[in-house]
């Protein structure tokens, strides 16, 4: 080996020896605040911790709260002693097994800090907002539901429009048989009081459609005035458990509201009366006074019983396809915490949830840049042998040491007062010296060179 490349060795092992020295310096100085760091990030997690168990636990009491206190300051110090041990451990891992054998641990050790603290720390920043759209959401179901009860309803009331038509129809042929233009007897005989009570029936049906107007417009105003209110308390100040309880007492009010204005719906009434009308027929005795004019009334009847069924048939579909009309999913409000809330609608809250697991693993962060640095450490120092390392100030102390043990005669001692000594087992006094002499002698070779 020539004595250039001796220089260009001796030139890159110590440029490497000072990149190494450099970087264990910036550590050096970044131990001296990282666990007071550590301590300040596990307190903080710790206290969001607390806010998230304490609107878990019923109660108010002192019982209450400690446990809330306990559970809060477990966790803290959990995390702390976790990532601590992470920080020492894992840079100092040299082997590809030990390290992956230390990443999968750190990767157990996550899971088991989100599921205990993160997802209360995500409860107690968005919590209350998780809740309240919770309520919101459940405003437009009801809101849904109460638009279709609403619409079916008023479709059913369209059937009075149907129901007027066949009453009319009647009305006329009754009037036509009085004149003597159907059966060719006028007078109010057999064929008229048939289609008189057609008619009255029917007359009957009218008002009553007619008479669920009002009742329909009324409860969907009251429902309408309801879902202003269960908006107001969405919106409103003031703890959103207080509110959640109103609001549950709110939504009582509406589900009844809702189910009443289902009955309302004539729809079912008007089938039922179309099934009646064609078979509810009481057919009177004819009234005569020959055969002819009997004749005449029976095949008036006859007309008039298939003019009913078509009648019949006709308002029984218009009803069918009001029943037929989709309803809206029944809603009913559940009351949920802010925990369940935060956990149910996470997608939408994923900045509450990215700082609450951020706050209790950004210690990660700080154990691959340990890695990171401690590996380039090693890679300046590894193809340097120990006292080639050593700095001016380590050199001292270890000359000092030796000069300490050279003047203490510890060999010559242990020889002379102990002979029998080196036909036992090494004592840890005598390990040392050996450690200590041969460090010294090697570095005694070195400053010759």
């Known amino acids: 080996m020539s004595v250039d490349h001796k220089h260009r060795t001796s030139r890159s092992e110590a440029n490497g020896l000072l990149r190494a020295r450099e970087i264990e310096g910036h550590l050096t100085a970044l131990d001296s605040f990282a666990p007071?760091?550590?301590?300040?990030l596990a307190v903080a997690s710790g206290i969001y911790t607390y806010l998230g168990v304490r609107a878990q636990l019923d109660g108010s009491g002192a019982l209450t709260f400690f446990a809330a206190v306990a559970y809060s300051l477990a966790v803290s110090v959990a995390i702390f002693v976790f990532w601590s041990?992470?920080?020492?451990?894992?840079?100092a891992m040299r082997t590809a097994r030990s390290r992956l054998g230390m990443l999968l641990t750190?990767?157990?050790?996550?899971?088991?800090?989100?599921?205990?603290?993160?997802?209360?720390?995500?409860?107690?920043?968005?919590?209350?907002?998780?809740?309240?759209?919770?309520?919101?959401?459940?405003?437009?179901?009801?809101q849904t539901e109460l638009e279709q009860a609403n619409r079916v309803a008023v479709a059913a009331q369209g059937l009075q429009l149907d129901v007027t038509r066949a009453r009319q129809s009647f009305e006329d042929l009754s009037s036509q048989e009085a004149a003597?233009?159907?059966?060719?007897?006028?007078?109010?005989?057999?064929?008229?009081?048939?289609?008189?009570?057609?008619?009255?029936?029917?007359?009957?049906?009218?008002?009553?459609?007619?008479?669920?107007?009002?009742?329909?417009?009324?409860?969907?105003?009251?429902?309408?005035?309801?879902?202003?209110r269960m908006r107001e308390l969405t919106a409103d100040a003031g703890p959103v458990s207080e509110r959640s309880v109103i609001f549950a007492e709110e939504s009582v009010r509406l589900a009844g509201l809702?189910?009443?204005?289902?009955?309302?719906?004539?729809?079912?009434?008007?089938?039922?009366?179309?099934?009646?009308?064609?078979?509810?027929?009481?057919?009177?005795?004819?009234?005569?006074?020959?055969d002819t004019i009997r004749g005449a009334q029976q095949t008036t009847i006859e007309s008039v019983l298939q003019l009913l069924g078509q009648r019949a048939e006709s308002l029984r579909d218009a009803a069918q396809a009001v029943i037929a009309l989709p309803a809206a999913e029944e809603t009913t409000y559940q009351p949920i915490s802010s925990a369940d809330a935060v956990l149910r609608?996470?997608?939408?809250?994923?900045?509450?949830?990215?700082?609450?697991?951020?706050?209790?693993?950004?210690?990660?962060?700080?154990?691959?840049?340990?890695?990171?640095?401690?590996?380039?450490?090693?890679?300046?120092?590894?193809?340097?042998?120990?006292?080639?390392?050593?700095?001016?100030?380590?050199?001292?102390?270890?000359?000092?040491?030796y000069r300490s043990i050279e003047a203490a005669g510890l060999h010559h001692d242990m020889t002379a007062q102990e002979p029998d000594l080196a036909l036992e087992p090494d004592t840890p006094a005598k390990v040392e010296a050996d450690v200590a002499s041969d460090k010294i002698a090697s570095i005694e070779r070195s400053l010759r060179k």
């Open 85 to 91: 041990y992470m920080l020492r451990l894992t840079p």
């Open 36 to 40: 007071m760091a550590l301590g300040v």
């Open 106 to 142: 750190m990767a157990l050790g996550s899971v088991a800090i989100v599921a205990m603290s993160s997802w209360l720390n995500a409860a107690a920043l968005a919590g209350s907002a998780a809740v309240e759209q919770h309520l919101a959401l459940t405003v437009q179901d009801y």
């Open 258 to 290: 809702i189910a009443r204005l289902r009955q309302l719906s004539v729809a079912p009434v008007v089938d039922r009366a179309a099934q009646d009308l064609a078979a509810s027929v009481v057919l009177p005795e004819l009234d005569g006074s020959s």
């Open 180 to 228: 003597g233009n159907l059966s060719g007897t006028s007078g109010r005989g057999a064929v008229f009081r048939v289609l008189t009570s057609k008619g009255d029936e029917l007359a009957a049906l009218e008002a009553q459609i007619q008479a669920q107007g009002p009742l329909i417009d009324a409860a969907f105003s009251e429902g309408n005035a309801i879902l202003s």
């Open 345 to 401: 609608y996470a997608s939408d809250f994923i900045p509450s949830w990215a700082g609450a697991i951020a706050i209790d693993l950004l210690p990660a962060v700080l154990v691959f840049m340990m890695m990171v640095a401690q590996s380039a450490i090693r890679e300046d120092r590894d193809f340097l042998n120990p006292e080639e390392t050593m700095t001016l100030r380590e050199l001292r102390v270890a000359m000092i040491a």
